[in-house]
Every structure is written in C-alpha cells, then in structure tokens.
Nanobody, 117 residues
Framework: QVQLVESGGGLVQAGGSLRLSCAAS????????MGWYRQAPGKTRELVAAIAGGGSTNYGDSVKGRLTISRDNDKNTVYLQMNSMKPEHTAVYYC???????????WGQGTQVTVSS
C-alpha cells in the first residue's frame, strides 16, 4: 500500500506560479515512477508529467515548456513546478505512483488548482 499526500494547490493569478508537492509513504521504491495528472471539469484525466526513478521524464503533449517535474528519492517526494499559468489550467491535480514490480497505480486524493483571470 502506498499513501500519497499532495500539497501546494490553491488559487493563483494568471501568469503566476505554483509548486505542487506529493509525499509518498508505504511500499514505495526509488525505482518506482511518480507523476502528476490533472482533470478539469467535464474532461478526462490526463497526464501532466511523470518521472522515473532514474530521472527520465515524460511530459504530456499539452503541457510542454511550462512545467518541470522533479523528485527527491530520499524523501519519496515528487514536485511539479508550474509557471505562466492560465485559467484553462484550472483542474484537480492528482499525484500518481506506478509501482514497477506490480505495474499498479496509486493515487492521491487530489489538490484543487484554480487560476483566476
């Protein structure tokens, strides 16, 4: 069992920045992939960014250039730095861990990000 706790969400003005954090505990290994997904009202959940234990990254097609994902394996924490935010980026952001050994996903409860115009 993996427990994920997101933090850093909230209200931000258009053009501003936010950094989301997700702390993992339980049965997690440094080689497990961690990532962020988001779901806007009426839309499906989509990949924002993911990072493997070795540091390789994968960004969603619609979010390139404005976001940076990173992780601290010693703290089992993944971060998402978001800059130049726009109202259309308003969504619930979910932390994800994909366990390599089982290929199973664990999800956080989600954190609301609202960008005002």
């Amino acid at each position: 069992q993996v427990q994920l706790v997101e933090s850093g969400g909230g209200l931000v003005q258009a053009g501003g920045s936010l950094r989301l954090s997700c702390a993992a505990s339980g049965s997690i290994f440094s080689f497990d992939a961690m990532g962020w997904y988001r779901q806007a009202p009426g839309k499906t959940r989509e990949l924002v960014a993911a990072i493997a234990g070795g540091g390789s990254t994968n960004y969603g097609d619609s979010v390139k250039g404005r976001l940076t994902i990173s992780r601290d394996n010693d703290k089992n924490t993944v971060y998402l730095q978001m800059n130049s935010m726009k109202p259309e980026h308003t969504a619930v952001y979910y932390c994800n861990v994909n366990r390599v050994l089982s290929s199973r996903d664990s999800w956080g409860q989600g954190t609301q990000v609202t960008v005002s115009s």
